[in-house]
């Protein structure tokens, strides 16, 4: 057992917790209304309180505070929001309401108190009230209206005491004064009967325009002459009298005046009135124009007076009666308008209602077992409207078979049937101005021209009939035709030819959901008056300029639900300054910053374009389901920055590469003069020269310079590619480290073939930097036999003449090459090291 201490010392620990909370969030939490409109709408619901919440300003026009425990209303209760126009307190679990309680709400328009068990009404409960045009005081445990202080309400429009206990039906005089009432509801009470005099305050005055109902009571009876003399804008008596009473009731509305009677049952409280010969027969002294009848089932079997007494109503309507004929029709009959809706003729009762000579608009509908058209309407002179709609019809030969002079004929809608064929023959009807089939299987269209009669026709719906368009022609004939509605079907190959060649005075098109995969550049080329265009829900991938150009009328364009990537900037250019709504979304828009002109133009033209919210990129796909409205550009324009970049660096990294491929040599070699410049501490003085030289010239190297200078004395120790470059390095790293750095000087044997060679040349010029870094090295250039002179000063340059260089001339003559080996020892014999065995030799 759960020790009984327990639970106060939780709920005080709970309720220290809540003081201690902070104030702000403390506000929060106990924050109990909502903002509907910012200052002028707060809900309040569900609260236990007394008095206004504090959170409600006093700008407050509309104030809901259904649902809360107010209990009590004392004076001056809305003395804080004194703007209030609506103010909703049903089911506040009211049962007192004092005096002046609502005073000064002088803009009052509305006031509910649904679902308050009032015990307590004080007489000036509604003083101050002085606007007030609606009150609800449904289920507020009234009893009687004598006891209602409403008398000072003249404005009153509307008053609903339904759901309450009232019994009579006794109107207090003050009703006289409220010339304002139009609506006074007694829905669901207890009124038992009606007596004369009850009504004598409607009768004061002149009101012309009041509703009253009185459906879902327990009438017993009605004191002939209750309602004499009285006018009504609308009575409402369903399900309102006790069980086999309606026709001595009805007897007791004798003189009244009505505009529309509705007289049955509700369907879920069906009470037993069988329809004997006569019932209505208390009509006969009613003076009605509409007369309504709802849900009798009783009226099934006997209804040959139906309309006996209401002959003389211009409009009747029969919803939900389940009878399968039309009843006798009386020769005076005035019914200009006749609907039966959900009622169970078989078979367009035709000949039956031709008898209504003045009938002008005839409606049946929602008819579950209708089927069959086969008699004829005939001698309708005046009928203008027939409206079939919602039936089981299947039938063919449509549709002037069926209309025997019934010139008048202007509205035919046959929408929502099984089956209809049409053949093309509309003489009968070629007045015609308004057609819809939508929804009933045809055949016919599509195949061949069926409207060719029908030139005045300004409206045709064959949406979802299953029409496919194989004719050109299909249209032909519909000059005036303005509004055109073809959804849900198809044409021929899924492509829109040359369909609409004479329709010049289209304003609206829907050929919405017809699979259509292209349409044909002259399609739309006639249709220069055409607003609306709704061609959604296809296959299109293009909205191609050419094809779209002649509609400069358009003011809606609906292009949603295609396969459309982008708004090209030549297919914006065309869309004419008439369009106010443009839909294209859902389509598979490519978002890539190709298209960025495109993405911004959705941004520019927000205004224009609807669904925005649906408008989602499908590629590339890491942008999928983006919204293109709120679509980042700026994503797009680093990124145009970082490609270009990128490709700039790309760029240059493959320049480079070039560079390096083509001046390696030069490259190395500048290195080398770098570490040249470094290591020339270090050079070495293995060889007395290094010698540069073609492969070509070897044998005469070897002949006339290794062997005289090597063998000779003192010796001079030469540095030969061929016999001193190490093996397994690199080339040019012999050239620099074997030749150069450990040779005191460098000769150059220059032949012809040393001037072509590209190795030689890249050796003299390093040759040639070397002395420059060095600065003491000099260059013996033996030139060999017949060189180019030209070719040749034009190598060597300067360093012909500069001093350190020795230029030296090969010639074959004896003399001559004495003197050449005087020059050449001379200079290498110059700073030559002496080793010590060297010196012995000597
Ligand atoms: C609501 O009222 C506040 C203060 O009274 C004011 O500043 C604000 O502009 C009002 N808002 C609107 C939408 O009227
Ligand atoms: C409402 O508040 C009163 C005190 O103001 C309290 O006694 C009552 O229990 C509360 N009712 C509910 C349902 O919270
Ligand atoms: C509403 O309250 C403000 C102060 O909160 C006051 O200045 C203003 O006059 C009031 N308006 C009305 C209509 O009472
Ligand atoms: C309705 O009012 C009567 C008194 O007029 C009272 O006895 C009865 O309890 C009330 N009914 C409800 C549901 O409050
Ligand atoms: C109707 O209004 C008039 C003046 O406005 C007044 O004299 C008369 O007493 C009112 N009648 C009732 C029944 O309230
Ligand atoms: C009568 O009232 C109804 C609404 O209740 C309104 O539609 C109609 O126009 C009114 N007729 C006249 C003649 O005032
Ligand atoms: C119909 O109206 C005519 C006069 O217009 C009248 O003689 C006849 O009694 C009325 N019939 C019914 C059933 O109200
Ligand atoms: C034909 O009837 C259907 C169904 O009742 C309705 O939706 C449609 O608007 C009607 N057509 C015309 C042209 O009134
Ligand atoms: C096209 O329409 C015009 C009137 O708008 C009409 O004179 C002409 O005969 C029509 N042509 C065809 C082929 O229907
Ligand atoms: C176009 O047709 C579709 C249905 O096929 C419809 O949902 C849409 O609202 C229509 N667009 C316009 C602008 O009426
Ligand atoms: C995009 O949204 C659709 C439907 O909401 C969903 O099926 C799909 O997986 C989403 N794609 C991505 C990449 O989020």
New binding site residues.
């Given amino acids: 057992m759960p020790r009984r201490g327990a639970l106060p010392v939780g709920t005080l620990l709970v309720l220290l917790q809540l003081a201690f909370v902070p104030s702000p969030l403390a506000g929060c939490l106990l924050d109990p209304c909502l903002e509907v409109t910012p200052n002028t709408t707060f809900r309040c619901t569900g609260l236990n309180i007394s008095g206004v919440p504090d959170g409600v300003p006093n700008t407050t026009q509309n104030l809901d505070l259904s649902f809360s425990n107010l209990k009590s209303l004392g004076s001056n209760y809305f003395a804080s929001v004194p703007e209030l126009q609506l103010l909703d307190l049903s089911r506040c679990h009211l049962h007192t309401i004092e005096d002046n309680s609502f005073m000064d709400l002088h803009r009052l328009f509305t006031l509910i108190l649904t679902a308050n068990?009032l015990?307590h009404l004080g007489k000036a409960a509604f003083y101050g009230l002085t606007s007030l045009k609606k009150l609800v005081l449904v289920e507020t445990?009234r009893?009687s209206l004598s006891e209602l202080p409403i008398g000072h309400l003249h404005t009153l429009q509307e008053l609903n005491l339904g759901h309450n206990s009232i019994t009579s039906l006794k109107l207090p005089e003050y009703f006289a004064n409220m010339t304002s009432l139009r609506h006074l509801s007694f829905f669901s009470n207890k009124i038992t009967s009606i007596s004369r005099g009850d009504l004598d305050a409607l009768r004061e005055g002149n009101r012309l325009n009041l509703t009253l109902v009185l459906s879902l009571n327990n009438i017993k009876s009605i004191e002939p002459g209750a309602f004499a003399g009285i006018q009504l804008a609308e009575l409402a008596l369903r399900s309102a009298f006790e069980n086999y009473k309606m026709q001595t009731c009805l007897q007791g509305l004798a003189g009244l005046q009505v505009s529309r009677l509705i007289l049955g049952e509700f369907d879920d409280s069906e009470r037993l009135q069988d329809f004997e010969r006569g019932i209505l027969n208390g009509l006969c002294q009613v003076q009605m124009e509409e007369f309504v009848l709802i849900c009798s089932s009783g009226a099934e079997d006997d209804t040959d007076n139906l309309f006996h007494c209401a002959g003389n109503a211009s409009t009747i309507r029969l919803v939900d009666l389940g009878i399968e004929e039309i009843p006798q029709v009386p020769a005076w009959s005035k019914v200009k308008q006749l609907e039966c809706k959900k009622c169970s003729f078989e078979d367009v009762p035709a000949q039956k209602l031709s008898l209504f000579k003045e009938l002008r608009v005839l409606r049946i509908t929602q008819n579950h077992v209708l089927k069959n058209f086969e008699q004829e309407f005939e001698g309708l002179s005046d009928l203008e409207v027939i409206d079939l709609s919602e039936n089981r019809l299947t039938f063919s030969r449509c549709c002037s078979p069926q209309f025997l002079n019934c010139p008048n004929l202007k509205h035919l809608n046959l929408s929502f049937n099984s089956e209809i064929r049409l053949t093309g023959d509309f003489t009968n009807v070629k007045n015609l101005l308004y057609l819809d089939l939508q929804h009933t299987t045809l055949f016919g269209p599509g195949s061949y021209p069926v409207f060719l009669s029908l030139q005045r026709l300004i409206y045709l719906d064959i949406s979802h009939t299953k029409t496919e368009v194989k004719s050109q022609c299909t249209f032909c004939g519909l000059n005036s035709l303005q509004v055109l509605k073809m959804a849900g079907n198809s044409f021929e190959n899924n492509k829109l030819a040359n369909n609409f060649k004479n329709l010049s005075h289209l304003h609206i098109l829907d050929i919405s959901s017809c699979k259509l995969e292209h349409v044909d550049q002259s399609t739309f080329d006639a249709l220069s008056e055409l607003k609306e265009l709704n061609i959604s829900n296809n296959k299109l991938l293009t909205f191609s300029p050419a094809v779209y150009q002649p509609l400069q009328a358009l003011r809606v364009l609906d292009f949603s639900r295609n396969q459309l990537t982008v708004l090209l900037d030549s297919a914006r250019e065309i869309l004419p300054d008439s369009l106010v709504l443009l839909d294209i979304s859902q389509n598979l828009f490519d978002c890539s910053c190709v298209y960025l002109d495109f993405l911004e133009w959705i941004k520019e033209r927000q205004e224009l374009l609807q669904n925005k919210e649906l408008m989602l990129c499908h590629a590339p796909s890491y942008m999928a389901n983006v919204s293109l409205p709120s679509f980042d550009l700026s994503s797009c324009h680093v990124n145009t920055a970082k490609v270009a970049s990128s490709v700039v660096v790309l760029l240059c990294v493959v320049v480079l590469l070039l560079l390096i491929y083509k001046y390696y040599f030069q490259l190395y070699y500048f290195m080398v003069l770098l570490s040249g410049c470094k290591h020339s501490a270090e050079r070495g003085d293995t060889y007395d020269a290094f010698v540069i030289h073609s492969s070509k010239d070897q044998e005469w190297v070897t002949k006339e310079l290794v062997e005289p200078l090597e063998g000779g004395a003192p010796p001079f120790h030469l540095c030969l590619y061929y016999r001193d470059f190490l093996p397994g390095v690199p080339i040019v790293t012999n050239i620099i480290q074997e030749g150069f750095l450990s040779s005191r000087n460098v000769i150059a044997v220059i032949s012809a073939d040393f001037l072509e060679s590209k190795w030689c040349s890249f050796e003299f010029d390093i040759a040639q930097s070397w002395q420059l870094v060095e600065g003491k090295t000099g260059i013996i250039m033996i030139v060999l036999g017949d060189v180019d002179k030209a070719l040749l000063r034009q190598r060597l340059g300067l360093s012909r003449y500069l001093r350190r260089n020795t230029y030296l001339e090969w010639k074959d003559k004896e003399i001559n090459k004495h003197i050449f080996w005087r020059q050449l020892t001379g200079v290498l014999l110059k700073d030559k090291n002496w080793n010590h065995e060297e010196v012995n030799l000597m």
Avoid: F, G, I
Wanted: aromatic fraction near 0%.
């Fill in positions: 068990s015990q445990n009893t």
